[in-house]
T-cell receptor, first 113, second 113 residues
Framework: DVKVTQSSRYLVKRTGEKVFLECVQDMDHENMFWYRQDPGLGLRLIYFSYDVKMKEKGDIPEGYSVSREKKERFSLILESASTNQTSMYLC????????????FGPGTRLTVT | KNQVEQSPQSLIILEGKNCTLQCNYTVSPFSNLRWYKQDTGRGPVSLTIMTFSENTKSNGRYTATLDADTKQSSLHITASQLSDSASYICVVSAYGYGNKLVFGAGTILRVKS
């Protein structure tokens, strides 16, 4: 079974703090994704990566950056957290470009106060 | 604009009853349509994936249908159980760079005894 893990289930940070969300997958997948999920809205893509050290902006990259130094690990960074970044953050991974299936992690609920 | 609309927003049914969730989309060019189940506080888990040529696909008590001409899909749940209480998300993939996924906002289903 594919396993996607996220470093924290719940996180509370103060405005202005630098926040790191970590995601690890164990299936040697090339593609990894970071989404945020807010009530009444569908999942929105923040950033994705097709390979190590490669990153592409998604639909809402502002205020976020990412890092992929190893194939299995994809980190989301909030350089200076703001209250409007309070949300559920979901990481996902997928095999090669011909594969449809995308596997999600359990999510990190981030609260910025 | 690529969009996925789901209805109803929420639904309450009695245990043992059937229900049908709806999904309309305007995503183009169409690649595939997926239904995910997301339990509260968890990441989404795939139920079915259908390509253009598939009209119906089942996964246990879940049956998804696709009408690519009218750009509509439905998810039918038979003999509902309390464990079916969750959010059900319709996701449509477009051909192109990254096989971009467009997410619906989800239907929240509550099954009560």
């Amino acid at each position: 079974d594919v396993k996607v893990t996220q470093s924290s289930r719940y996180l509370v940070k103060r405005t202005g703090e630098k926040v790191f969300l970590e995601c690890v997958q164990d299936m040697d997948h090339e593609n990894m994704f970071w989404y945020r999920q807010d009530p009444g809205l569908g999942l929105r893509l923040i950033y994705f990566s097709y390979d190590v050290k490669m990153k592409e902006k998604g639909d809402i990259p502002e205020g976020y950056s990412v890092s992929r130094e190893k194939k299995e690990r994809f980190s989301l960074i909030l350089e200076s957290a703001s209250t409007n970044q309070t949300s559920m953050y979901l990481c996902a991974s997928r095999g090669d470009r011909g594969s449809y299936e995308q596997y999600f992690g359990p999510g990190t609920r981030l609260t910025v106060t | 604009k690529n969009q996925v609309e789901q209805s109803p927003q929420s639904l309450i049914i009695l245990e043992g009853k059937n229900c049908t969730l709806q999904c309309n989309y305007t995503v183009s060019p169409f690649s595939n349509l997926r239904w995910y189940k997301q339990d509260t506080g968890r990441g989404p888990v795939s139920l079915t994936i259908m390509t253009f040529s598939e009209n119906t696909k089942s996964n246990g008590r879940y049956t998804a249908t696709l009408d690519a001409d009218t750009k509509q899909s439905s998810l039918h749940i038979t003999a509902s159980q309390l464990s079916d209480s969750a959010s059900y998300i319709c996701v449509v993939s477009a051909y192109g760079y990254g096989n971009k996924l467009v997410f619906g906002a989800g239907t929240i289903l509550r099954v009560k005894s």
